[in-house]
């Protein structure tokens, strides 16, 4: 039986951040996912990425690659975007992972106060 796209999205959210555990490192600002069946896409947004952050995209890679029957195939990539560059989504992805920055912060607290 196949799934509906709304629960491949759920599964992937949930296998993706199982598969972050004890692998998130400070540089790690956000993670952006694009379904094109049967490939997988994520983008891993690091501030700088190192060779241990491409070893741990790879890693959690695998992880995610063994909680998906085939055809399923995952295609993640550790990327560059330095603090101060806004993170944004490509047409088509959707948020996996994001951390609190400064501006998210203030952000909210507006979002907050314009809803009351």
């Not at 951390?99 to 009351?116: T, Y």
Request: proline letters at 6%; hydrophobic letters at 40%.
């Amino acid at each position: 039986m196949r799934m509906s796209d709304g629960e491949l999205e759920t599964r992937l959210q949930l296998s993706i951040q199982r598969a972050l555990w004890d692998l998130v490192t400070p540089n790690l600002r956000a993670i952006a996912v694009r379904i094109e069946s049967p490939v997988i896409h994520a983008r891993f947004m690091y501030n700088e990425v190192s060779l241990g952050e491409a070893e741990i995209v790879s890693e959690v890679e695998a992880y995610v690659a063994a909680d998906f029957i085939p055809p399923l195939e995952p295609c993640f990539l550790p990327v560059s975007v330095a603090d101060g560059v806004p993170r944004s989504l490509d047409e088509g992805e959707f948020w996996v992972y994001r951390r609190a920055e400064k501006h998210d912060v203030g952000l909210r607290k507006a979002e907050e106060c314009d809803r009351r």
